[in-house]
Structure formats: C-alpha cells, structure tokens
C-alpha cells in the first residue's frame, strides 16, 4: 500500500472507509442481495423491490448505469495525473 501512495499528499480523509463507501457506491441495495429473508428481492416484480424503487439487483442489470443520460462519454479517454 506504502507505494501505491508514495508521493501523495496527506488528506484528513486517508482511511476513512466510510467516506470512501459513499463516494464510490451509489447506493448499498445490493447488500440486500446476501440477506437470506429477502430471497428473491433481485425480481423487479417482488412487493419489496417495488415498494422500495430498487433497480439493477438481477445479476442481468448489475453493470447497467442507474442514470444513463448522465453517464460518461465512452470517446472521452482517459486522464493521468
């Protein structure tokens, strides 16, 4: 870990996993998936699933974006610090 940061500078959030969470997950549905009393919660028709507006829990949806018209310019490359 030591070298994949070596050169960075030091900021009052290294380490805090928990802003890291937010900042890199748009959500936590998808922890309802390993939770055995919502079996079936995946199915867009389940009561659960409807009631809350869950989307992409079906392992069919999972890389589909949540917002598509907001998503990235797929021709827009990459950037190197």
């Known amino acids: 870990m030591a070298e994949a940061v ?6 009052r ?10 900042v890199l997950f748009e959500d936590h549905d998808v922890l309802m998936l390993f939770d055995a ?3 079936g919660i ?8 409807q009631a809350l507006g869950l989307a ?4 069919a949806d999972w890389f ?4 598509p018209g907001q998503a990235r310019d797929p021709d827009r490359g990459f950037r190197h610090p």
Not at 64 to 67: A, I, K, L, S, V
């Open 42 to 49: 995946e199915d867009s028709g389940n009561e659960i699933n």
């Open 13 to 22: 959030r290294d380490f805090d996993w928990d802003w890291c969470s937010t």
């Open 6 to 11: 070596e050169g960075l500078g030091e900021d």
């Open 37 to 39: 009393s919502l079996d």
């Open 64 to 67: 589909d974006p949540f917002r």
């Open 56 to 59: 992409n829990l079906a392992a």
